[in-house]
């Protein structure tokens, strides 16, 4: 049902696992900052310590060889590696640890993928424009070559960005995640363009020097709900949910593996609520310049994390300010025979993620695909026994294969969040995605593995022995 090669992975990112946030040299990154902010984070907690990945790697890897893995989805901190965001002022220890985690997993037979940036952007950038200055995309590219060329005789598998959409909106238009901003209706924009650049900029950089000594592939991690219509005999909830793919997974998807450009239905919504609501200033979906790096194939695969599914119908936004909402105007709801899983947006879908695997595959020309995020979250009492999860897992590793099988999709790879508790974002450690639990009430932060790790376990033996 499997490839024999396919990857068994598990994932985890820098600022939710490591701690040591002014450890060793390290800089500080916007989720220092915004988590030292009153009222940001639930509890006001923060990653200064998370899961002491920094200091208790070894434990880390425990879990991995516990689990089987083949693969381990890792981030670097880019405040870890270059404090001040440039490459003038290398940090030789976080050098040093990277490569002590790259060398570890490798000598367990485990292939590592690495994010150079899942969030956590140098507060050295942000303090001169962050995503929203055009210089951050040369700024990334440099950062990149540093990684390629730092760690790239043993690196495989790159991603350059994780889920630019929930970096644009969440931390620019919504403000719920770092740097924190409410720029309703333009910064999301530029932002997401700034990240397609600098991810070209990367790749092209990896294509021209790197590739041939390498021999690696680089991608970017795009986040995407299966989005459907409420009412697929209703026309306008049938174009809402196709306006609402282009405006989630196509943003991004569409220049890298399409066109070069954005979705044609994706700007002239923009500009017809630019008109409607009488603005008059610079292209809010901006255009990308002939001097830089071109967009389209920049991806030798297509990485998804996939959560959860929703029901899309036609509605307009009663906000009478230029906003995302506005632009996208549809309305997403829960399918009330969903079950929902610990926090209130996952609700549990897992042939949903098979109907978005075939969509990739029709639409982006049936790219080579690995799955580098899908999980079910735990809050309230804690569950070691965690039955529901076991089931999620089944029902979507079995929904994968079915994708594989009868779609013919080409999935290469199944990485779960996460391979342990962890700082869930603007959810603190309220949100628990582990295969392991993390004590944190603990000195030792003592790791558990759930059922849900043992399930897991299983499934990667029978199909590695295959």
Sequence with gaps: MFPRDFAWGAATSAYQIEGGWQTDGKGPSIWDTFCHEEGRVFGNQNGDV?????????????????LGLTHYRLSLSWARLL??????NVNQRGVQYYNRVIDDLLACNVSP????????????????????????????????????????????????????????????????????????????????????????MAWHSYNSTYRI??????????????????????????????????????????????????????????????????????LRLPRFSIDDPPILGTADFFALNYYTSRKVKSGGCSEQILSMKRDLAAEEVLDPSWPICGVSWLAVVPNGLRKLLKYIKDVFNNPTIYITENGFAQVGPLQIEDVERCKFYKSTILEVAKAIEEDEVNVRGYFAWSLMDNFEWADGFSARFGLFHV???????????????????????KYKSV
């Design 50 to 66: 998370a899961c002491n990945s920094y200091e208790l790697w070894e434990k880390d890897l425990e879990c991995i060889q516990q």
């Design 83 to 88: 404090p001040d965001g440039t490459t003038r």
């Design 113 to 200: 993928m690495v994010s150079l940036y899942h969030f956590d952007l140098a507060q050295a950038i942000q303090d001169v424009g962050g995503w929203k200055s055009p210089g951050v995309a040369t700024l990334f590219d440099n950062y990149a070559k540093f990684c390629f060329q730092t760690f790239g005789d043993r690196v495989k598998l790159w991603i350059t960005i994780n889920e630019p959409q929930v970096c644009a909106k969440l931390g620019h238009e919504v403000g719920i995640h770092a740097p924190g901003l409410k720029e309703k209706g333009t910064t999301a924009y530029l932002v997401g363009h700034n990240m397609l650049r600098a991810h070209a």
């Design 213 to 282: 000594t390498q021999n690696g592939a680089v991608s970017l991690a795009l986040n995407s709900d299966w989005l459907e219509p409420l009412d697929p005999g209703r026309s306008e909830d049938v174009t809402s949910a196709e306006r609402d793919l282009i405006f989630t997974l196509g943003w991004f998807a569409w220049p890298v593996f399409v066109t070069g450009d954005y979705p044609e239905l994706m700007r002239s919504s923009i500009e017809t609520q630019s008109k409607m609501m009488g603005y008059s200033g610079e």
């Design 439 to 461: 004590d944190f009430s603990d000195p030792e932060l003592r790791r558990t593995i759930y059922q849900s790790g043992r399930e897991y376990a299983k499934i990667i033996s």
